[in-house]
């Protein structure tokens, strides 16, 4: 199984800031210089410049960003599907996969984001990876960089460095029949759309649920 655990790093920067955020930000510039050399430049100011913030400042921006008036939300169930059910089944079969790689996924839900990268990095299940990192992922950080349009964010550079991560390892090999069409990636949609593949993992994943 290819190696993913690139993607815990990618997940700390996309937790509430706390007091590890210079070193999360310091583990992701790293990353992105070893893997992604022609945007570490670029990066570093970004980040930069975001460090220099207080703890405060730092929270604030986040709030701004997911939360109060949101440019865009970090669960990624929700960004798919909205309220529809097929959120709950997909937020149902995440919630044992998390339960199998041992992860406590806090106050947040199993969709949000950074729990979904973690994941991403902890699974030793490779049909499920390849499932979540390209039918479910890829197409919700994709549609959230069109909730950004022209705004100047540091989490949309931090976005579009994940999509570049995505679009690398994971191909959509044998999954390409449940493809998100190009026209769901619109700034007018308020949610992706229905996927027949919504109910992640059902191959897979099913055969080891304990519920």
């Known amino acids: 199984m290819k190696n993913l655990n690139h993607y815990k790093t990618l997940a700390d920067v996309f ?16 990353l992105v210089t070893e893997a992604l050399p022609q945007k570490a430049e670029s990066l570093q100011a970004v980040v930069e410049k975001q460090k220099r913030l207080s703890l ?5 921006y986040y709030m701004k960003t997911f ?18 059910y097929k959120r709950a089944q997909l937020l149902v079969n995440l919630q044992n996969e998390h339960k199998v790689a ?15 990268l973690a994941l991403l990095a902890r699974t030793d ?18 549609f959230m960089l069109t909730r950004f349009k022209k705004i100047d964010n540091y989490y949309k550079e931090l976005l579009q460095v994940v999509l570049n991560f995505l679009q690398r390892d994971f191909k ?4 390409m029949e449940y493809a998100v069409p190009e026209q769901a990636f619109n700034a007018n949609n308020e949610f ?8 992640i993992c059902d191959t897979h994943c099913n055969k080891r649920k304990s519920f």
């Open 67 to 84: 939360d109060v008036q949101a440019v865009c939300y970090l669960d990624i169930g929700y960004v798919l599907f909205g309220e529809d």
């Open 172 to 175: 959509g090999d044998g999954l």
């Open 15 to 30: 937790r509430y800031p706390d007091e590890h955020f210079s070193e999360y930000a310091d583990n992701f510039l790293k």
């Open 192 to 199: 992706v759309m229905p996927s027949p593949k919504s109910a």
């Open 102 to 116: 041992g992860i406590d996924c806090g106050s947040e839900l199993g969709d949000h984001l950074p729990n979904v």
């Open 56 to 60: 405060h400042q730092q929270q604030e």
């Open 125 to 142: 299940n490779r049909d499920f990876a390849e499932e979540l990192g390209f039918i479910i992922t890829m197409p919700a950080v994709r």
